[in-house]
């Protein structure tokens, strides 16, 4: 069985609960869908060439921002954007992909995050009118969408750690092409992201790898694993 090898864009922390359960979702997907999986953690300061990323079959940017590199986060996004690799963004992994996103498709070169760029004339992404910390809520996922396939339903309650979202200013610009929204919480703020025309790329606000914390299969991630294999096999 060829193993599938997977990049988790992130800076690693023990302490981090999502970067707990990532591994654990990952072995949980590898069992379900007899899919033999290998990961590796790729601090953000250390990609600084595509030379770095070539290696995996996919990408995953994960929760735990600030970066040490920004920079680092957003090539990779852009890597697996550019090159069709299955990409998955969760929490300010969600974030740097609006950013990659408005930099790089829309032109935007100033495009940042308030978190670290308090000075830019152009904050695509900005602190939630009510920050989102260990919190849960529902989530409505657009139809024939990616994630609400992954799901199979139209509705779930997923967990939170997460303090900024997409400034509302600039949702309507950043929505008006291949990158749409297809999750919304009960507030109608946006929850997830896909881009069209794309293998596999989601991004997520909320966590669902938290999921595998309590034993259980991600569904956005069993989708994730199975488009690889796809992909992987295709090749």
């Known amino acids: 069985m060829t193993t599938r090898r997977i990049g988790l864009v992130g800076d690693f922390n023990p302490a981090i609960p999502a970067h707990q359960a990532i591994p654990m979702a990952l072995q ?20 600084t060439h595509t030379n770095r990323l070539s290696r995996y079959d996919a990408l995953w940017c994960v929760p ?16 697996a954007r550019e090159n069709k690799r299955p990409f998955l963004g969760t929490c300010g992994g969600f974030q740097h992909t609006v950013i990659e996103y408005a930099r790089n498709v829309l032109g935007w070169a100033d495009a940042d995050h308030a978190e670290t760029s308090t000075d ?3 904050l695509v992404i900005t602190p939630l009118a009510c920050a989102l910390i260990e919190s849960t ?16 339903v139209n509705e779930a309650g997923e967990g939170y750690h997460c303090s900024y979202g997409i400034d509302a200013e600039y949702q309507a ?3 008006s092409g291949p990158l749409q929204i297809t999750a ?3 507030d109608d703020e946006v ?19 938290r999921a595998a914390l309590r034993g259980r299969l991600p569904p956005l991630v069993a989708a994730f694993v199975r488009a690889i294999d796809r992909q992987a096999r295709s090749r």
């Open 28 to 47: 949980l997907a590898s069992n379900a869908l007899d899919v033999d999986l290998d990961h590796d953690w790729l601090p953000t300061e250390e990609i």
């Open 64 to 79: 735990g921002s600030p970066y040490r590199s920004m920079d680092g986060a957003l090539s990779a996004i852009r890597f």
């Open 120 to 122: 830019s004339l152009r």
């Open 137 to 152: 809520g529902p989530v409505r996922f657009e139809r024939g969408s990616r994630i609400a396939t992954a799901y199979g």
């Open 173 to 175: 610009e950043l929505m």
């Open 184 to 186: 919304r919480d009960e």
């Open 191 to 209: 929850r997830a992201i896909e881009l069209e025309g794309h293998p596999f790329f989601v991004a997520t606000l909320f966590q669902p790898e």
